[in-house]
Nanobody, 119 residues
């Protein structure tokens, strides 16, 4: 079955960097667009970044544009999110998601990895 397993979340200082990973299995990884989304405490789920099947196109929310970089390794079935210049407002549970047959609709999600930005 489809599995998405995030890792790499931890406590980081403001201005620091983290790299999140999402290991995928159970589907043809290179055939689907993928995204990262996050949910801060007592807030809703917010889309953060997306990447096309071959990595040729990437998309970012305004709040992270210029600080975060999404990438994928189709040979390793792994999605990444490089997070630089972290801010306290980046604190959230980060999820990776697999796009289904319709652009912008996601049919599978990981369990999330916690990122906390605090001094």
């Amino acid at each position: 079955q489809v599995q998405l397993v995030e890792s790499g979340g931890c406590l980081a200082q403001p201005g620091g960097s983290l790299r999140l990973s999402c290991a995928a299995s159970g589907f043809t990884f290179s055939s689907y667009a993928l995204s990262w989304a996050r949910q801060a405490p007592v807030k809703g789920l917010v889309w953060v970044s997306g990447i096309y099947i071959d990595g040729s196109d990437t998309y970012y929310a305004d709040s992270v544009n210029g600080r975060f970089t999404i990438s994928r390794d189709n040979a390793k079935n792994t999605l990444y999110l490089q997070m630089n210049s972290l801010k306290p407002e980046d604190t959230a549970l980060y999820y990776c998601a697999k796009e289904g047959g319709v652009a912008g609709l996601y049919d599978y999600w990981g369990q999330g990895t916690q990122v906390t930005v605090s001094s």
